[in-house]
């Protein structure tokens, strides 16, 4: 039975970054995660990439995706620590045209229960640029199903309520 003022589901294209030094297609587990989770949740995973914790990398890649206009949405995980590597929001930051700052805050209070007061060292972020949006996500497997299963497959998904991402996406509203 549906649910009346039920919206048709609409398919996001998405990409994933996963930033890092060390991982590779075979150890991976957050990227493999993410790209299951989209595709689980019935969105479209557009590319996936490994890259480093570089600044330039970071931003060519966003930049190239973003021009494309084939993207609603881009999950990097990785490089959101303290470490001197550890550059994504450094990178991503001043990129954004908004940020999304109730991402962070609701990311930290669901960690918070998980991992009590280290969920401080991670610098998890979200934004928009130019019409993409974009969540930058800690590297652990754990924090990346904390932020897809608890925030962004729900923000995903047009049917959620009292209000979505999806109805405010440029690209799906100009269909």
């Known amino acids: 039975m549906k649910v009346e003022n039920e919206n048709a589901f609409i398919s996001l294209n998405i990409g994933v970054i996963t930033i890092s030094d060390t ?6 587990k957050s990227g493999d995660f993410l790209s299951q989770a989209i595709n689980d949740a019935k969105h479209c995973l557009i590319d996936r990439r490994i890259i480093p914790d570089d600044i330039r990398e ?3 890649t966003i930049k190239e995706w ?12 990785g490089g959101t620590g303290l470490t001197g590597r550890d550059v994504t929001p450094d990178a991503i930051m001043p990129l954004l045209d908004k940020e999304i700052s109730g991402f962070s805050a609701l990311f930290h209070q669901i960690s918070s229960s998980k991992i009590g007061t280290s ?3 991670s610098r998890a972020l979200g934004g928009i640029y130019n019409s993409v949006f974009i969540f930058c996500l800690p590297g652990s497997p754990n924090a990346c199903k ?4 608890e925030i962004l497959v729900h923000q995903f998904d047009i049917n959620h309520k009292p ?13």
């Open 23 to 28: 991982r590779n297609k075979k150890n991976d």
């Open 58 to 60: 970071i931003r060519g």
């Open 119 to 121: 969920t401080i060292q």
């Open 66 to 77: 973003v021009v494309t206009n084939n993207f609603d949405a881009i999950i990097t995980t």
């Open 146 to 149: 904390d932020a897809w299963n």
């Open 163 to 175: 209000c979505n991402l999806v109805e405010i996406m440029p690209r799906l509203s100009e269909k």
